[in-house]
C-alpha cells in the first residue's frame, strides 16, 4: 500500500518529464556537444590560463621532483597531474601549454585561410595562365614534406612561436587554395553568376559578393578540420626543438623533454599527450559537424 | 519601327583539340552557332526555336555578351556590340537584361531578394549624377516586387524560401530594375509548372505593353513561342534554316524540319490521328556536321541534291526565309523544285 503511494507522484513525473526531456536533446542533437565538451576546457585553459594554474608553470622546485599524479599516492589535489625531473607542476605546464597551441594553431591556420582563400578564388575564377602559375606552385610546395620545410625556414627565420605559426602557414595554406578553387570552379558556372555578369557586375564585386559566400563554407570546413593537424604539428615542432623556446611551453616539448624518463615517469608524456588527443579529436569532430551542418544539401531540409 | 538588333553572319566555333598531344594536333572546330543572320524590329518579340544542340542558347549568350562570337557582327540600337569599350559595356548592360530558365539557380542562394533585386541598381545607379540611396533603392525594389505581383515581405526571404513561379517573377523583377528595352528570355517559363507558366507569361506581356519592350524569346517549346514571338526564327545545327512571322510558319510550315517540329507538338485533340513519325534520330553532331544540307540525314524528304549542296536561305516572300532546296529559288534546285512540290 505504502509502496504504491510512494511511487505515483514518481511515475507522474517521468510522465510529464519524458517529453520535454525529449525535446531538450533534439535541441542539444543541433549542437556539437562532444567537441564542446572536448574542446572547452582546451580553450579555457588557453584563454585564462594564469588564472587556473595551481602553480607558475615554471616554478622549479626539487624537492618535489618526479612526483606521481598526487591523487594516486593520496596527497590530495598538490600536484594533480605529477612533477616533472625539475619539480615543476605537470597540470600548471599543460595548462599554459594550452595556449600556445592555441596561438599558434589559430594564427597558423588563419593566415594559412586568408592567403588560400584568396590565391584558390583567383586562380579558380580568372584561369588561365594565373591559373597554371598558382596551381603548380600549389604542388611544388605539397610536394615537399612540412618537417622539412620546417627546419628549413626555423633555420632562417630562428626558432620561436612567430616561425611556428609561420610553418603552419606555410604548409597549411595549400589545401585551401586546392579547395577554395575547385568549389569556385563549380560556383563559377552556375547561372546567377552568368546573371551577374549580364547585370555588369564587375570582376572584384563578383569575386566578393556571389563567389567567395558561396565558397567560404568549404574552407571553413578545412580550417576546423586543420586546427587538429596544426596543433599536431606544432607539438611535432616542438619535440625536434624547432618550436616555442622556454620559459614558454609546449606539449610537444613536454613530451620530448619526458624521453628520458618514459620507463619511471609515465605522467610525463600521458598528461601533455591526453591534452594533444582531446585537442585534435575536439577540432576534427567539429570540423565534421561542421561539414554536415554547412552541406546545401542537409541545410535546406 | 526600327531595328533594335541585327545579327549579321554570327558564328560561335569552339576550338576542340583531336589528333596526337605531341604537336601535329589538328584543331577541329565545334560550329554551335554557324553563320546567322536577322534583325529585330524595336518593340516586337522575336522567337528562337530549336532542340538541344540547335545552338539557340549559344546565341543568347552571344547576344548578351557572355560570350564572344568568332565571326560575324551583333549590333545593338546601331552599336557594334563587339566594339564596346568600359562605358559601352556599362550602357549595354542597363539596356540588355536577361532571364533564364532555371530561376533558382540564377538567383544567389546567399543573397535576400532585396539585395538580388537591388543589385543592378547597386552597380550602375550608386555612382554618377543619378545616384541613389539607400532608402530609395529600397523603395524601387518595393514597386518592381508590386509590378511583378510579389508582396513586400519576401525582400526578406532567401531565394528557397519561394516557390517557382516567385522565384521567375523575382528574375523577372531584376531583370526590368533598370527599365531596359531588350529582354533576352532563354526558356523562361520551361521550368514551371504549366499552371504558373500563363502567368508568368502573362506578366511579361504586360510589361512589353506597358514599356514597350523587345523580347527575344528562346525555346524549344513552339506552343509557348506561339503564344508570344510575332517573328520566329527556327535552328538547327547552328543554322538557321526557316525565319519569318510566326503565324504564318504555323499556319504554314515550309521546312521539313519546321513541319517535323509541328508533327512532334502535343496537341490536344483526340481526334487527332498519329501522324508519320516526326522526326528520326537525333540531332547531329555540330562536331560533323553533314555535308550538304545538314538536316539532310533525317530529313524523309532528302533529295540528291541535298547530300552534296548546303541551301542557303531564300527569300520566298512576306518576309520569310527558309534555307531548303525543296522551296529554294536557286537555279541549282530548281529541277529538282518540281517533284518537291508535288509530293
Redesign the interface.
Known amino acids: 500500500m505504502t509502496e504504491h503511494h510512494v511511487d505515483m507522484p514518481a511515475e507522474n513525473l517521468s510522465a510529464e518529464a519524458g517529453p520535454r526531456r525529449a525535446a531538450f536533446f533534439r535541441t542539444l542533437g543541433d549542437w556539437p556537444i562532444l567537441p564542446i565538451i572536448l574542446l572547452l576546457p582546451i580553450i579555457l585553459f588557453g584563454v585564462f590560463g594564469p588564472l587556473i594554474s595551481p602553480y607558475d608553470p615554471s616554478a622549479v622546485n626539487p624537492a618535489v621532483a618526479l612526483r606521481p599524479p598526487s591523487w594516486l599516492t593520496g596527497d590530495g589535489l598538490a600536484h594533480l597531474f605529477g612533477t616533472d625531473y625539475l619539480g615543476r607542476d605537470v597540470f600548471s605546464r599543460v595548462i599554459a601549454g594550452a595556449r600556445a597551441s592555441l596561438l599558434v594553431s589559430f594564427f597558423g591556420v588563419g593566415i594559412a585561410g586568408i592567403v588560400g582563400i584568396t590565391v584558390g578564388l583567383i586562380s579558380g575564377y580568372f584561369g588561365g595562365w594565373l591559373d597554371t602559375v598558382l596551381m603548380r606552385l600549389v604542388d611544388i610546395q605539397m610536394s615537399m614534406p612540412a618537417i622539412l620545410l620546417a627546419l628549413l625556414i626555423s633555420a632562417a627565420l630562428g626558432s620561436g612561436l612567430v616561425t611556428v605559426i609561420a610553418v603552419i602557414a606555410i604548409v597549411f595554406w595549400t589545401n585551401y587554395a586546392r579547395v577554395v578553387r575547385a568549389e569556385t570552379l563549380s560556383v563559377k558556372s552556375?547561372?546567377?553568376v552568368?546573371?551577374?555578369?549580364?547585370?555588369?557586375?564587375?570582376d572584384v564585386?563578383l569575386i566578393r559578393?556571389?563567389i567567395l559566400?558561396?565558397v567560404i563554407d568549404s574552407a571553413l570546413v578545412v580550417a576546423s578540420l586543420q586546427l587538429g593537424a596544426a596543433v599536431m604539428l606544432e607539438a611535432s615542432l616542438s619535440f625536434l626543438g624547432l618550436g616555442v623556446q622556454p620559459p614558454a611551453v609546449a606539449w610537444g616539448k613536454m613530451i620530448a623533454e619526458s624521453k628520458l624518463y618514459l620507463a619511471t615517469a609515465w605522467w610525463l608524456p600521458f598528461f601533455p599527450g591526453v591534452a594533444l588527443v582531446v585537442t585534435v579529436l575536439g577540432t576534427n569532430m567539429f570540423g565534421d559537424w561542421l561539414r554536415d551542418k554547412l552541406d546545401?544539401r542537409l541545410r535546406?531540409t | 519601327m526600327g531595328t533594335i538588333l541585327e545579327l549579321r553572319d554570327v558564328k560561335r566555333y569552339f576550338g576542340i583539340r583531336s589528333g596526337g598531344w605531341v604537336g601535329g594536333g589538328g584543331e577541329k572546330p565545334l560550329k554551335a552557332v554557324d553563320g546567322a543572320s536577322f534583325s529585330i524590329a524595336s518593340g516586337s518579340s522575336f522567337g528562337i526555336a530549336g532542340e538541344s544542340g540547335s545552338g539557340k542558347s549559344t546565341m543568347g549568350?552571344l547576344i548578351?555578351?557572355?560570350d564572344r562570337p568568332t565571326g560575324g557582327a551583333i549590333e545593338f540600337e546601331g552599336r557594334d556590340i563587339g566594339k564596346l569599350d568600359a562605358e559601352g559595356?556599362?550602357w549595354?548592360?542597363?539596356r540588355?537584361?536577361?532571364v533564364?530558365q532555371?530561376a533558382s539557380?540564377?538567383?544567389?542562394?546567399?543573397?535576400r531578394i532585396l539585395a538580388i533585386v537591388a543589385?543592378?541598381l547597386e552597380?550602375?545607379a550608386r555612382t554618377g549624377p543619378n545616384r541613389l540611396g539607400k532608402a530609395e533603392i529600397r523603395e524601387k525594389v518595393e514597386d518592381m516586387l508590386a509590378q511583378v505581383g510579389l508582396p513586400k515581405r519576401v525582400m526578406d526571404n532567401y531565394p528557397?524560401e519561394l516557390s517557382g513561379g516567385q522565384k521567375q517573377r523575382v528574375?523577372i523583377a531584376?531583370a526590368m530594375i533598370l527599365e531596359p528595352t531588350m529582354l533576352v528570355l532563354d526558356e523562361p517559363v520551361s521550368a514551371l509548372d504549366v499552371s504558373i507558366r500563363a502567368q508568368v507569361l502573362n506578366l511579361l506581356s504586360d510589361f512589353q505593353d506597358r514599356y514597350g519592350l523587345t523580347y527575344l524569346m528562346i525555346s524549344h517549346d513552339l506552343a509557348t513561342l506561339g503564344h508570344v514571338s510575332s517573328q520566329l526564327a527556327v535552328m538547327y545545327l547552328g543554322r538557321i534554316v526557316e525565319i519569318g512571322d510566326t503565324e504564318e510558319i504555323y499556319e504554314r510550315p515550309l521546312h521539313p524540319y519546321t513541319k517535323a517540329l509541328f508533327r512532334a507538338m502535343p496537341l490536344p485533340d483526340p481526334n487527332r490521328k498519329k501522324s508519320a513519325p516526326s522526326l528520326r534520330g537525333e540531332i547531329g553532331s555540330a562536331l560533323d556536321i553533314p555535308k550538304g544540307c545538314r538536316f539532310c540525314p533525317r530529313c524523309d524528304e532528302a533529295m540528291p541534291v541535298c547530300s552534296a549542296v548546303d541551301p542557303e536561305l531564300v527569300d520566298v516572300g512576306a518576309g520569310r526565309q527558309v534555307a531548303c532546296h525543296l522551296i529554294g529559288g536557286s537555279q541549282h534546285t530548281k529541277a529538282t523544285h518540281q517533284r518537291g512540290s508535288n509530293e
Do not use: W
Open positions: 552556375r547561372d546567377y552568368a546573371m551577374a555578369r549580364v547585370l555588369g557586375c564587375p564585386r559578393r556571389h559566400p558561396n546545401p535546406n | 549568350k548578351l555578351r557572355l559595356d556599362a549595354y548592360r542597363t540588355v537584361q536577361a533564364f532555371d539557380g540564377s538567383l544567389d542562394p546567399r543573397m543589385e543592378p552597380i550602375h528557397h528574375a531584376r
